[in-house]
């Protein structure tokens, strides 16, 4: 049996770091994580080939060798997901879509005739099946949230590490907390399940063994939701440090109640931990009412993150803007707070009401809902009727992301993390790439660029005076922050 995987390409948008990238020589941020897993789960004697259309075309012959496609992504990867699924249509070849794009809007996708809906540990069985006698039902839909301890090591040997700025791995799915405009809960459910630490481990060990050296993207959607077996885990991780020495530190996300377990964010940064997002989305107190962010109510959230980067830890920030209870002078609390509180990373996005979420259901109650979400978070574009001035929201949101990615502002809020950050835990070797990237980058932001030039080497000569440890920290944020600033300019 001969299948190809192809993962669709990622507009243009904060996170793609496409400007970074070429700066780095690297084709893609992360790899598809999903379908790699998916892979390992088909019999080994199956002829398997990935397409990751970040790192290179898809060609019709790739296409016509197939038996059958599959095709994964997320909401933001719709409009390649279309073209992809039309090209297999085009050439008579049978596509299997799952993944979070597919499973809440598979509706949107009348030219693909079979879908995985769900988690496909307790389908995948059925579905190979179904492949070797040539039967493929349309539809195969998971009950219940799978033991993800049955999800096999992925197959890092059907793609080039190489190619990308990071790795991947996950240790559990779901989140405890139920905010309104997230879908988390609605694709992974409010109990979180985790592997056995051991599983990590052997993936890790797996990435080393491919020679991966650098940062690996814990991808869970709220790292410490189960905070028992986090804590297993990252004694397995010190352990592992100790014993094999790996040049591999990680990057994740987190709910902001991390900082009320200092004996969970101190082990992060013993195992490694350099870096962690944390979904703030707003200053106002009444809009986290109005969403159920209960996590983040009832605390001083400047505080928090600062106790987090004296940890060790860089915080990322997510953001939002257009809730019913924003006050007219939103913007303005945003680009305060995020400037006091060293949020370098700082990704602020239009409320978007997400499939099958709470948000999305109350917005049709209420008449309110206007058209389906792009996936996009850079987007300056409402999915429904606000309750303040639409024009004053997207105008309001263009103008806060270019004034927190003009070098003025942004070069402070570096000074500001720097002021507080601690930089603790094992070391992770600057690889090749990571060099070329710096010095690539301060030859732009340096030399090349007039805007900003002045700002960049006032921090340069500063930190190096003050903080010398920490220059690597503010010139790779210093050249990543040329990223940010083109998209911010392009919105």
Same mark, same amino acid.
């Not at 139920?178 to 985790?194: A, K, M, Q």
């Not at 009320?260 to 101190?266: A, H, K």
């Given at each position: 049996?001969?299948?190809?995987?192809?993962?669709?390409?990622? *507009?243009?948008?904060? !996170?793609?770091?496409?400007?970074?990238?070429?700066?780095?020589?690297?084709?893609?941020?992360?790899?598809?994580?999903?379908?790699?897993?998916?892979?390992? @789960?088909?019999?080994?004697?199956?002829?398997?080939?990935?397409?990751?259309?970040?790192?290179?075309? +898809?060609?019709?012959?790739?296409?016509?060798?197939?038996?059958?496609?599959?095709?994964?992504?997320?909401? #933001?990867?719709?409009?390649?997901?279309?073209?992809?699924?039309?090209?297999?249509?085009?050439?008579?070849?049978? #596509?299997?879509?799952?993944?979070?794009?597919?499973?809440?809007?598979?509706?949107?996708?009348?030219?693909?005739?079979?879908?995985?809906?769900?988690?496909?540990?307790?389908?995948?069985?059925?579905?190979? /099946?179904?492949?070797?006698?040539?039967?493929?039902?349309?539809?195969?839909?998971?009950?219940?949230? *799978?033991?993800?301890?049955?999800? *096999?090591?992925?197959? !890092?040997?059907?793609?080039?590490?190489?190619?990308?700025?990071?790795?991947?791995?996950?240790?559990?799915?779901?989140?405890?907390?139920?905010?309104?405009?997230?879908?988390?809960?609605?694709?992974?459910?409010?109990?979180?399940?985790?592997?056995? *630490? /051991?599983?990590?481990?052997?993936?890790?060990?797996?990435?080393?063994?491919?020679?991966?050296?650098?940062?690996?993207?814990?991808?869970?959607?709220?790292?410490?939701?189960?905070?028992?077996?986090?804590?297993?885990?990252?004694?397995?991780?010190?352990? !592992?440090?100790?014993?094999?020495?790996?040049?591999?530190?990680?990057?994740?996300?987190?709910?902001?109640?991390?900082?009320?377990?200092?004996?969970?964010?101190?082990?992060?940064?013993?195992?490694?931990?350099?870096?962690?997002?944390?979904?703030?989305?707003?200053?106002?107190?009444?809009?986290?009412?109005?969403?159920?962010?209960?996590?983040?109510?009832?605390?001083?959230?400047?505080?928090?993150?600062?106790?987090?980067?004296?940890?060790?830890?860089? #915080? @990322?920030?997510?953001?939002?803007?257009?809730?019913?209870?924003?006050?007219?002078?939103?913007? #303005?609390?945003?680009?305060?707070?995020?400037?006091?509180?060293?949020?370098?990373?700082?990704?602020?996005?239009?409320?978007?009401?997400?499939?099958?979420?709470?948000?999305?259901?109350?917005?049709?109650?209420?008449?309110? @809902?206007?058209?389906?979400?792009?996936?996009?978070?850079?987007?300056?574009? +409402?999915?429904?009727?606000?309750?303040?001035?639409?024009?004053?929201?997207?105008?309001?949101?263009?103008?806060? @992301?270019?004034?927190?990615?003009?070098?003025?502002?942004?070069?402070?809020?570096?000074?500001?993390?720097?002021?507080?950050?601690?930089?603790?835990?094992?070391?992770?070797?600057?690889?090749?790439?990571?060099?070329?990237?710096?010095?690539?980058?301060? !030859? +732009?932001?340096?030399?090349?660029?007039?805007?900003?030039?002045?700002?960049?080497?006032? +921090?340069?000569?500063?930190?190096?005076?003050?903080?010398?440890?920490?220059?690597?920290?503010?010139?790779?944020?210093?050249?990543?922050?040329?990223?940010?600033?083109?998209?911010?300019?392009?919105?």
């Amino acid at each position: 049996m001969n299948v190809l995987l192809v993962y669709p390409r990622a *507009p243009e948008s904060f !996170w793609s770091h496409s400007h970074t990238l070429k700066l780095a020589g690297k084709k893609s941020l992360l790899p598809p994580l999903g379908l790699l897993t998916v892979a390992a @789960m088909l019999p080994s004697e199956w002829t398997l080939r990935l397409i990751d259309l970040g790192v290179c075309e +898809l060609e019709d012959c790739h296409i016509r060798e197939a038996d059958y496609v599959f095709l994964s992504g997320m909401i #933001v990867h719709k409009e390649s997901a279309h073209e992809v699924a039309r090209r297999c249509a085009a050439l008579g070849k049978p #596509v299997i879509a799952g993944g979070p794009l597919f499973t809440t809007g598979y509706r949107e996708f009348p030219e693909i005739s079979h879908f995985v809906l769900g988690e496909a540990e307790d389908l995948i069985d059925t579905l190979v /099946a179904d492949m070797q006698r040539g039967f493929v039902q349309p539809m195969y839909r998971a009950d219940s949230f *799978p033991d993800v301890r049955k999800s *096999p090591i992925p197959r !890092w040997d059907l793609v080039n590490p190489e190619d990308y700025v990071n790795l991947s791995v996950q240790f559990s799915r779901g989140c405890p907390f139920e905010c309104e405009f997230c879908d988390i809960t609605v694709l992974n459910g409010r109990v979180p399940r985790t592997k056995e *630490p /051991a599983q990590i481990v052997a993936e890790l060990d797996a990435m080393r063994q491919a020679g991966w050296e650098g940062l690996v993207f814990m991808v869970d959607d709220n790292f410490i939701g189960n905070k028992k077996y986090v804590r297993a885990l990252l004694a397995d991780l010190l352990a !592992w440090h100790e014993r094999v020495k790996p040049s591999i530190g990680f990057v994740t996300e987190a709910s902001i109640n991390l900082v009320d377990y200092p004996d969970l964010y101190e082990s992060m940064v013993q195992a490694g931990f350099k870096r962690v997002f944390i979904g703030i989305e707003t200053p106002s107190a009444e809009s986290l009412k109005e969403c159920g962010k209960v996590q983040n109510l009832d605390r001083d959230l400047v505080e928090s993150v600062k106790t987090l980067q004296r940890a060790g830890l860089e #915080v @990322m920030g997510g953001f939002i803007v257009g809730f019913d209870s924003d006050p007219p002078d939103i913007f #303005v609390q945003q680009f305060e707070f995020i400037q006091r509180s060293g949020i370098v990373v700082a990704m602020v996005g239009l409320l978007t009401a997400m499939p099958e979420t709470a948000l999305q259901k109350r917005l049709v109650r209420e008449g309110r @809902m206007l058209a389906a979400t792009s996936g996009n978070n850079t987007e300056a574009v +409402l999915n429904f009727v606000p309750r303040l001035d639409r024009d004053m929201l997207t105008s309001g949101y263009r103008g806060v @992301m270019r004034r927190l990615y003009e070098p003025g502002a942004y070069y402070e809020r570096i000074r500001v993390l720097l002021d507080a950050l601690e930089p603790r835990g094992p070391k992770v070797r600057m690889k090749s790439f990571r060099l070329k990237m710096y010095f690539k980058g301060l !030859w +732009l932001i340096g030399v090349q660029q007039r805007g900003g030039r002045a700002h960049f080497w006032r +921090l340069f000569l500063s930190t190096l005076v003050k903080y010398p440890r920490k220059l690597k920290t503010a010139v790779a944020l210093s050249v990543v922050g040329h990223h940010f600033r083109q998209v911010a300019g392009s919105l």
